[in-house]
């Protein structure tokens, strides 16, 4: 298994800034090809926001292209998300995800709460 903790959510007024960080422990993180981040607002599916695919490349998620920033140290197996100019739209649960080569492949991080609002 791979346990996911995020930490970094809070509250803030539009146009601030918040960095959300993602560590990642467990018998097969060794196995851990992608990992990123995704959110979901009240009343609406989850939504992708950032990740690195197996590939090592980041894809972003078309509402945040240009204002948030995935990062990771693998030396801490973390991932972090920087996240500008933020407004009352990015509010949500954002859940950490990482994909295994091993079972059982999807994991997800208890999520963190991020609300924009003055």
């Known amino acids: 298994q791979v346990q996911l903790v995020e930490s970094g959510g809070g509250l803030v007024q539009p146009g601030g800034s918040l960095r959300l960080s993602c560590a990642a422990s467990g018998r097969i993180i060794f196995s851990i090809n992608a990992m990123g981040w995704y959110r979901q607002a009240p009343g609406k599916e989850r939504e992708l926001v950032a990740v690195f695919t197996v590939g090592g490349s980041a894809n972003y998620g078309d509402s945040v292209k240009g204002r948030f920033t995935i990062s990771r140290d693998n030396t801490k197996n973390t991932v972090y998300l920087q996240m500008n100019s933020l407004n009352p739209e990015d509010t949500a649960v954002y859940y950490c995800?990482?994909?295994?080569?091993?079972?059982?492949?999807?994991?997800w991080g208890q999520g963190t709460q991020v609300t924009v609002s003055s």
């Open positions: 995800n990482a994909r295994t080569a091993q079972y059982p492949f999807v994991h």
